[in-house]
């Protein structure tokens, strides 16, 4: 199946700083989606980007899909950034079932 | 904005019981979805399901789980003989159309003892 990897696995930042967060897959995709699981464990939606570039608030996402990435930039982080950052895919799969990559562990401290 | 909702939020069972983990998907989707995420792993795929049938399955899925829509608007999971290892946070998710984004419920918390 489809192999989702994200860089950096762990990430500190400091209140205040910006950070770039990567998604590699190995195959084209139909869909791909970040996610923000928030310390309660809900996965919160934050960016449905198959290509191209979105923005929302202090964060934006940009998937250029004939490369096979994509990536999340938070600015001006907040504590209520920390938590898990997942990316997931869709392959060409009949049913469009996700694959996730294991996440970006991002704590930011004031 | 509508949501998937799932109940209960927790649950703790004993090895071997059963349980029944209920979602409500956001109502004109079409396409329902469970995953699993074990405590500080990533998320799994175990299930698909669309027009009132089993579309795909994982090789975590086997018959010791099953899923149903009862009623047109529940979804549910069901675990026959739960195991220690079926311990995990179960996401039900929905979509509308093929290649639309997937929304996913808050999830079970499922402890087994």
């Known amino acids: 199946g489809i192999q989702v990897e994200q860089s950096p696995p762990d990430l500190i930042l400091q209140e205040g700083a910006n950070s770039t967060l990567r998604c590699n897959f190995s195959d084209s995709v139909n869909n791909l989606q970040w996610f923000h699981q928030n310390p309660w464990g809900q996965l919160i939606n934050l960016f449905y980007i198959p290509s191209g570039t979105k923005q929302n608030g202090r964060l934006s996402a940009t998937t250029v899909a004939t490369e096979r990435y994509s990536l999340l930039y938070i600015s001006s982080s907040q504590t209520t950034d920390s938590g898990v950052y997942f990316c997931?895919?869709?392959?060409?799969?009949?049913?469009?079932?996700?694959?996730f990559g294991k996440g970006n562990q991002v704590v930011v401290i004031p | 904005e509508p949501e998937v909702t799932q109940t209960p939020s927790h649950q703790v069972t004993q090895m071997g019981q059963e349980v029944i983990l209920r979602c409500v998907p956001i109502s004109n989707h079409l396409y329902f979805y469970w995953y699993r995420q074990i405590l500080g792993q990533k998320v799994e795929f175990l299930v698909s399901?669309?027009?009132?049938?089993?579309?795909?399955k994982s090789e975590i899925f086997d018959d010791q789980f099953s899923v149903e829509r009862p009623d047109g608007s529940n979804f549910t999971l069901k675990i026959r003989s739960t195991k220690l290892e079926d311990s995990a946070m179960y996401f039900c998710a929905s979509r509308g159309g093929r290649g639309e984004t997937q929304y996913f419920g808050p999830g079970t918390r499922l402890l087994v003892l």
């Open positions: 399901f669309y027009n009132n049938e089993i579309s795909e």
């Open positions: 997931a895919v869709d392959g060409d799969y009949g049913n469009n079932r996700l694959a």
